[in-house]
């Protein structure tokens, strides 16, 4: 059965798939293995973040008695996230001078803005200052807001322009061919 607060996650739900579309789009277009990796791993770090966001799921869908190799339902998602969660870390880890570049890349108030919404989605989440029974509101739409900011970001990025900004860039980590 649908929670009541499954209604106000919906619009953010949404935004969270066309992000995770947007990024696939971007794992397309690519033109190198790393760019194509951090890519790859902002699709599965969305889906991780679109799978916790529909966590009533499961309870629609799966007995409660749901037993596979002796094991439990949760005990095979947590797994299975767990395992996913490697995943992007391996591949940020492959791509992380795109990834820097890339951070470097946004403009400092937009890691502020992102920031006072997350303590305010906190706070509201563990009705910390904010009343109990607003609090599920803040947290929702402090979450949808910072999905919007990430959508934003992703739709006005140019994968091409950055592509080629990161190729034209020097390569500050290069040995020193000094004699000694």
């Given at each position: 059965?649908?929670?009541?607060d499954?209604?106000?996650?919906?619009p953010?739900?949404i935004?969270?798939l066309?992000?995770?579309?947007?990024?696939?789009?971007?794992?397309?277009?690519s033109?190198?293995?790393?760019?194509?990796?951090?890519?790859?791993a902002s699709v599965?770090?969305?889906?991780?973040?679109?799978?916790?966001?529909?966590n009533?799921?499961?309870e629609?869908?799966?007995?409660?008695?749901?037993?596979?190799?002796?094991?439990s339902?949760?005990?095979?998602?947590d797994?299975v996230l767990?395992i996913?969660?490697?995943v992007?870390i391996?591949?940020?880890?492959y791509?992380?001078?795109?990834l820097?570049a890339?951070l470097?890349?946004?403009?400092i108030?937009?890691?502020?803005?992102?920031?006072v919404l997350?303590?305010?989605?906190?706070m509201?989440?563990?009705?910390?200052?904010?009343?109990?029974?607003?609090?599920?509101?803040?947290?929702?739409?402090?979450?949808t807001?910072?999905?919007?900011?990430a959508?934003?970001?992703?739709?006005?990025?140019?994968?091409?322009?950055f592509?080629?900004?990161i190729?034209?860039?020097?390569?500050?980590h290069?040995?020193?061919?000094?004699?000694?």
């Open positions: 059965m649908l929670h009541s499954s209604i106000i996650e919906i953010g739900n935004i969270l066309v992000c995770m579309l947007r990024c696939t789009q971007y794992v397309i277009q033109r190198s293995k790393p760019s194509s990796y951090f890519w790859l599965l770090v969305f889906f991780e973040v679109i799978r916790r966001e529909l009533y799921l499961p629609l869908f799966i007995p409660s008695d749901f037993s596979l190799l002796t094991h339902y949760d005990w095979w998602e797994n767990a996913i969660l490697l992007i391996g591949l940020l880890a791509s992380w001078r795109y820097w890339v470097k890349d946004i403009n108030s937009l890691y502020i803005a992102v920031a997350a303590v305010l989605q906190y509201g989440e563990n009705a910390i200052v904010i009343p109990e029974s607003i609090g599920e509101m803040v947290e929702e739409v402090s979450e807001i910072i999905y919007t900011i959508l934003i970001y992703l739709w006005r990025f140019k994968l091409g322009d592509e080629n900004y190729l034209h860039q020097p390569n500050q290069e040995p020193c061919n000094a004699n000694y």
